[in-house]
């Protein structure tokens, strides 16, 4: 056996390496023809999940085999070989072994102990099968591992460490509300987007969970109506296109995303857009300050102006949710305020966000003291229009790009601690997300609008990586350990048994021949004789053969027995050409 793993995940690479290193379906199909392809591998398939891309393959040579697939993930995921270089790791023979039957068992998920993954190996199989590139090690290495994760979560309570993605999602939207996620999700009413595996299990458990509705969109329409009509059975669903997923967004309370989409499916105009135009009933908390660009300002009565357009950066600017369109706005910004910002992001290029409005309304001594690096000659106690007198425009563009920063570093700071956005712990939440794809599907940028909170890959990777850990943990580890033992030993025997199948088949041709020879040689023997020299002469050989074949497989199946098999040939001069025939065998079929 020389199986070979190279891939990355979670635990190697930060999310944004990740999501730009998704595989799509197509993707998948073309690696996997690649490396077969290439001159080191003989067969193949890739394990992709949201939080890992792995290239399993049988290669004859290590240190090439890890050049070539490490190269073929570079080139089909996108990322350049040396960026990706440093967030890969490498597998190889029992250690390749170990690391699958520990996927298996959720010891290797963000959320240690969740079920799901076991789903996606079988995938990963029956697309290795269904492309020829599965031969016989990763046939039975998979399979394998689909029986070691269910014994693991049989015969033990790994089921208690940890739960699927979904479940942990949705625990991280609750938090802080003092409810649990049934509690949390009574009579709301929510949107799955997707009807794919992930999306699937999301309905399901938002079912269970008591919500009031379901509204399930997906590109293909009849996918959607399938998924709702099995959803009806415990909660009212429907299905929708996903032109309608913008006048869903108004009506509900919780909306969960994973689809295979290569770009956003939810921009943040789209979720201001849909708060902007939900009806108040459905609010739990009065919507934020705002006030519609072209309109005079609704505190100052400030002349209206022209909306400006979102930078080519992409940046968010007064205006980017288009004119006429309400957009929030700092308690404490004015209209003078707002037009430095525009005028820093016309004359710059770019604009944080109004960050420089909010901060630079406290005091001197607040500024200095968060390390702004712009010096502000602030008169002691000045705030609003004031604080910024006499600030040029590209001061104030700096000091807004520093205060979003410290602002970001404080939300990360507050999500590593358990404790939910401090926008959110406000009691504020009028639509909550969940985004579950890789690539993400919704902008992270919503977490700028009021009254939205968004929990993704990158959010739930930092909630979990304190999460404690079960004992059932110990005892799945133990089983992952006797399983990698027994594995090996099965494929160290079975690597030999070609050998010691030939040999016996040349046994029996010498046994044929001689007595060939001997009815030539005696003519007069009837056929009761014959049958009993026959038999006499089979017996000698198998005796002769028993002990050291069943000897070889003992020996062949502890580590560092392979060689037994090239003595053994290298001994009775079998004919490599023989072994090998012996050796060939077809799919095993679907995975189980």
């Not at 998704?22 to 394990?47: G, Y």
């Not at 070691?148 to 089921?159: F, L, N, P, Y």
């Not at 502890?558 to 290298?570: H, I, K, Q, S, T």
């Amino acid at each position: 056996m020389s199986l070979l793993v190279v891939g990355l995940s979670h635990r190697s690479a930060p999310v944004s390496v990740l999501e730009r290193a998704s595989l799509s379906a197509d993707a998948k199909v073309k690696l996997l023809h690649d490396t077969l392809a290439a001159e080191p591998a003989t067969e193949a398939t890739v394990l992709a999940t949201c939080n890992r891309i792995e290239l399993y393959a049988d290669v004859d040579k290590f240190h090439a085999g890890v050049a070539e697939l490490s190269t073929l993930l570079a080139q089909h995921s996108g990322v350049a070989l040396e960026e990706l270089t440093p967030y890969l790791y490498v597998h190889y023979e029992d250690r390749a072994v170990h690391h699958l039957f520990s996927v298996a068992c959720g010891l290797d998920s963000m959320v240690v102990g969740e079920g799901q993954i076991l789903g996606q190996i079988k995938d990963a199989l029956a697309l290795g099968q269904e492309l020829h590139t599965a031969g016989r090690l990763i046939n039975d290495l998979f399979q394998q591992a689909l029986r070691v994760g269910k014994r693991a979560h049989s015969e033990t309570g790994i089921d208690r460490a940890g739960q699927s993605l979904v479940t942990f999602g949705l625990e991280q939207l609750s938090a802080g509300t003092g409810l649990t996620v049934d509690a949390w999700a009574a009579g709301k009413r929510a949107l799955v987007i997707g009807a794919g595996s992930m999306s699937s299990l999301a309905a399901a458990t938002l079912a269970r969970a008591g919500v009031a509705e379901v509204v399930v969109a997906n590109r293909t329409l009849e996918r959607a109506e399938r998924l709702a009509v099995i959803l009806g059975e415990k909660v009212p669903a429907r299905a929708v296109p996903m032109d309608s997923v913008g006048s869903e967004l108004t009506r509900v309370d919780v909306v969960v995303s994973c689809t295979g989409a290569t770009g956003l499916v939810l921009a943040a105009e789209d979720i201001a857009a849909a708060l902007a135009g939900r009806p108040a009933g459905l609010s739990p908390t009065p919507p934020s300050p705002s006030y519609r660009w072209g309109d005079p300002h609704p505190e100052t009565g400030a002349a209206p102006r022209t909306p400006l357009t979102p930078s080519a950066s992409g940046a968010e600017l007064p205006g980017a949710f288009g004119a006429g369109e309400a957009v929030p706005q700092p308690a404490t910004a004015d209209a003078a305020v707002v037009a430095r910002l525009a005028e820093a992001a016309a004359r710059l290029g770019r604009l944080a966000d109004a960050g420089a409005a909010r901060t630079l309304a406290d005091s001197r001594t607040a500024v200095d003291a968060d390390g702004c690096p712009v010096e502000f000659d602030v008169p002691a106690g000045a705030s609003g229009r004031a604080a910024i007198a006499g600030v040029d425009a590209s001061s104030l563009e700096l000091h807004g790009t520093w205060a979003d920063r410290a602002e970001a570093a404080g939300r990360g700071a507050v999500r590593r601690a358990g404790v939910p956005q401090a926008r959110a712990a406000a009691g504020g939440v009028r639509l909550a997300l969940l985004d579950l794809a890789m690539p993400r599907d919704i902008d992270a940028a919503v977490h700028r609008i009021p009254g939205v909170r968004l929990v993704d890959i990158e959010s739930l990777a930092e909630a979990s990586a304190d999460a404690p850990m079960a004992a059932d943990v110990e005892l799945v580890k133990a089983i992952v350990g006797d399983e990698v033992a027994a594995f090996g030993a099965a494929q160290r025997a079975a690597h030999i048994t070609p050998t010691v199948v030939a040999l016996r088949a040349m046994a029996a041709e010498v046994v044929a021949s001689e007595v060939a020879r001997l009815d030539g040689r005696l003519p007069d023997l009837d056929d009761r004789q014959r049958a009993e020299v026959t038999q006499t002469v089979r017996r000698v050989v198998d005796k002769l053969l028993h002990a050291p074949t069943v000897r070889v497989k003992q020996l062949a199946s502890e580590p560092g027995g392979a060689g037994y098999a090239d003595a053994l040939r290298e001994l009775f001069d079998l004919d490599p050409e023989t072994v090998a025939a012996v050796s060939r065998v077809k799919n095993t079929g679907p995975a189980s």
